[in-house]
């Protein structure tokens, strides 16, 4: 059974950092697409931010290109988001999702979804 922990949100001041992890199991990182989706307040849509393929090969929405930084460790089994100059409109619930289908990692539906974890930043 796949199970997607999610963990690393907090409340930041604008221009702040921090990190985000996702602890895998009974899934292997680094073998297929995993992402990290948002999910912004009030909102029902949640939007991909950033993906990253078993090549490496990462993808990220041009509001966060340049601050943000998704990366994958296959020998600990997680996803980690680490996100510097937050702004306000960054702030959501964010989401590790994942995988096993081969192909392109944008445009698909994830079968495997973390808890999610709440980032808030204010200005």
């Known amino acids: 059974q796949v199970k997607l922990v999610d963990s690393g949100g907090g409340s930041v001041q604008a221009g702040g950092s921090l990190r985000l992890h996702c602890a895998a199991s009974?899934?292997?990182?680094?073998?297929?697409?995993m992402a990290w989706y948002r999910q912004a307040p009030g909102e029902w849509l949640r939007d991909v931010v950033a993906?990253?393929?078993?090549?490496?090969?990462?993808s990220y929405v041009d509001s966060v290109k340049g601050r943000f930084t998704i990366s994958q460790d296959s020998a600990k089994n997680t996803l980690s988001l680490q996100m510097n100059s937050l702004k306000p409109e960054d702030s959501g619930k964010y989401y590790c999702v994942a995988d096993e289908r081969s192909g392109n990692c944008l445009g698909r539906v994830y079968d495997y979804w973390g808890q999610g974890t709440q980032v808030t930043v204010s200005s």
């Open positions: 009974g899934y292997r990182v680094g073998t297929y697409c």
């Open positions: 993906s990253i393929d078993k090549d490496d090969t990462t």
